[in-house]
């Protein structure tokens, strides 16, 4: 197993949230060996805290104060926050609590216990966690679930992911009726990655009403499955887009759900698979270290655009992004727009080159042997 730089809150309950297959039990586990495990995947064990979430009290054996107590996929049983509240309170016992989703939470009218538990969450791999197995090319062809590294046909494994998905997240926890809607839904999705998303456009592709497609997309970030970025536009200088762009959280689910073919470019899908391995990576950093960015792209009306724009206390980073070893001039153009709106940015073109040097305020970086140390950019 690789080791993730999440860190165990210190005498502190928390949730922890992430899609399904980044590893939470597998790390849980093993970071808390000697906790108490209460799995709601398992029938028997959620029908009897169905019945009666009091009951909950009943799965902590006598002495466990010291000890973890795991709850996976929490939100099947929203009810039961109410004892894990009281057991916290009255007990002084500290909760793990694991979910996919916190949809069901929050349509459930809970606060989250109220500031009782931390909020933390967890992402696809990390290059720096990978270790001797980060590779590039694997990266952009699968992406960075633990298990496509780990399986031995790892584009298998994306594909049962996806099905998985579809069966088990969406049928099982009834967020939509016409699940062929919803697969015709994630195709035409993957055609809008990395992309300003036309919500009008992917109803038309899918023969879905406007309003179904915004509810699709709010479940798949509801799931923890995508995002959607805002365009950074403090103190414009230029008239902006308004519309978002939008990404799914892993490259290899993105390229599993996108149709690839004669009439399908493969630059194209190479560089939006880049581009989400980029910001899988800035996404994952920012939160576990606590770094307090918030991530933007940013994108004029006379089509300048930059890929990924993080802004916080720290200061303010744009990144562009290149599938190619080369790179000309107007690869700069939107960069150098940005820093000329934007002095106090620090800018930096990331290519599949091997070549690192400055070009007028702008780094330019080798993207292979960046990633695992971009956290020193931010």
Not at 135 to 154: I, M, N, Q, V
Not at 340 to 359: I, K, V
């Amino acid at each position: 197993m690789y080791r993730r730089m999440l860190a165990i809150p210190k005498n502190k309950s928390f949730f922890l949230f992430g899609a399904r297959g980044t590893g939470k039990t597998t790390w849980l586990k093993r970071q808390l060996s000697d906790s108490v495990y209460i799995d709601l995947l398992d029938a028997e064990v959620f029908t009897e805290l169905l019945a009666h979430p009091t009951r909950l009290a009943h799965f902590v054996p006598a002495g466990s104060k010291k000890k973890w107590i795991v709850i996976d996929e929490v939100q099947k049983l929203p009810e039961l926050l109410d004892e894990v509240h009281r057991l916290i309170e009255n007990e002084c016992l500290r909760f793990v609590l694991t979910g996919s989703s916190a949809r069901k939470l929050k349509q459930s009218g809970t606060n989250l216990l109220a500031g009782r538990a931390l909020t933390k969450f967890m992402y696809p791999l990390l290059c720096s966690e990978l270790g001797s197995d980060y590779s590039l090319e694997h990266a952009l062809e699968y992406g960075f679930l633990p298990s496509t590294y780990t399986e031995a046909d790892p584009k298998s494994y994306l594909s049962s992911y996806v099905q998985t998905f579809l069966k088990e997240e969406v049928q099982q926890e009834g967020l939509t009726r016409n699940l062929g809607a919803f697969s015709r839904f994630l195709e035409s999705a993957s055609f809008s990655q990395a992309q300003v998303l036309n919500m009008s456009a992917v109803g038309r592709d899918c023969s879905l009403r406007r309003k179904v497609v915004e509810g699709y997309f709010t479940i798949l970030e509801d799931l923890l499955l995508a995002d959607r970025l805002p365009v950074f536009a403090r103190r414009a200088k230029r008239q902006m887009v308004a519309h978002p762009k939008f990404m799914f959280f892993d490259a290899g689910v993105f390229r599993t759900l996108r149709p690839r073919g004669p009439l399908d470019g493969a630059s194209e899908i190479d560089g939006a698979a880049l581009e989400t391995v980029v910001f899988q990576q800035l996404k994952a950093i920012n939160a576990y270290q606590d770094l307090g960015y918030r991530l933007y792209y940013w994108r004029t009306k006379t089509n300048l655009e930059v890929d990924l724009v993080l802004y916080g206390e720290r200061g303010l980073k744009a990144f562009e992004i290149k599938r190619s070893d080369r790179y000309s001039n107007e690869d700069l153009k939107g960069l150098r727009a940005f820093k000329q709106d934007y002095p106090a940015a620090d800018t930096y073109f990331l290519y599949c080159g091997s070549r690192e040097f400055d070009e007028n305020g702008i780094q330019v970086l080798p993207l292979a042997e960046t990633l695992p140390l971009i956290r020193e950019y931010l």
